[in-house]
């Protein structure tokens, strides 16, 4: 029997293994530990994903603690008459499942970035402002400022309640169909310099 034959019997032997019923272990008993290990990996996979969604998670690097933090807490977000705060992923993580794997997906490039020093001092930090900003004002208009609508809808707006300036410009962004975003750039963070009039719309 040459080695080829040998690997063949083998391959076919792991196969039939796999195909036939287990004379050690019942099917019932082998379904039972499938469905625990399976509740164990779900639950610490979520774990881990949640973990992930936190403010503390999100300052826990430099560039973003140093930088946009300090920002974000000089802000209506942060400190309000009602005391409602909106955190780090209230804004930039989705909250439905599809939408926020795809997120986390996308932040795997933000990992590469904190792993070669792209924004690692506040001078990159500023040099790259405004092509961040940028990316997230496109993010925000492609899904209608999905996060910001989480919190704030205009079908719920008290428009008696609002300044007549405020008041008008959600009227305008009724009729034209505007997002969030095309009006509250800056909202919860500096404005880059270098800003151009597209940015502006």
């Not at 034959?5 to 287990?22: C, E, M, T, Y």
């Not at 400190?79 to 989705?94: I, L, Y």
Request: with cysteine; glycine share 8%.
């Amino acid at each position: 029997m040459t080695d080829q034959d040998g690997n063949k019997q083998k391959k076919g032997g792991i196969l039939a293994l796999l195909r036939r019923p287990s004379a050690r272990y019942s099917l019932g008993g082998i379904l039972v530990v499938g469905i625990v290990a399976g509740i164990v990996f779900w639950g610490g996979f979520n774990t881990a994903l949640e973990a992930t969604n936190t403010e503390t998670f999100c300052i826990s690097c430099h560039e973003m603690g140093d930088n946009v933090y300090p920002e974000y807490k000089e802000t209506i977000h942060y400190a309000n008459r009602t005391g409602v705060r909106a955190t780090c992923p209230d804004c930039h993580v989705p909250r439905d499942w599809t939408h926020k794997m795809v997120r986390k997906v996308e932040a795997s490039k933000e990992l590469w970035g904190k792993i070669v020093g792209t924004i690692d001092t506040a001078e990159k930090f500023e040099a790259k402002r405004l092509t961040l900003a940028r990316r997230e004002w496109a993010r925000m208009r492609a899904s209608d400022s999905r996060e910001c609508r989480n919190c704030h809808s205009l079908e719920s707006m008290s428009s008696d309640m609002q300044k007549q300036r405020a008041r008008k410009q959600h009227e305008m962004a009724r009729e034209d169909n505007l997002t969030c975003i095309a009006c509250h750039k800056g909202i919860a963070h500096h404005l880059p310099e270098g800003m151009t009039e597209e940015d502006e719309d």
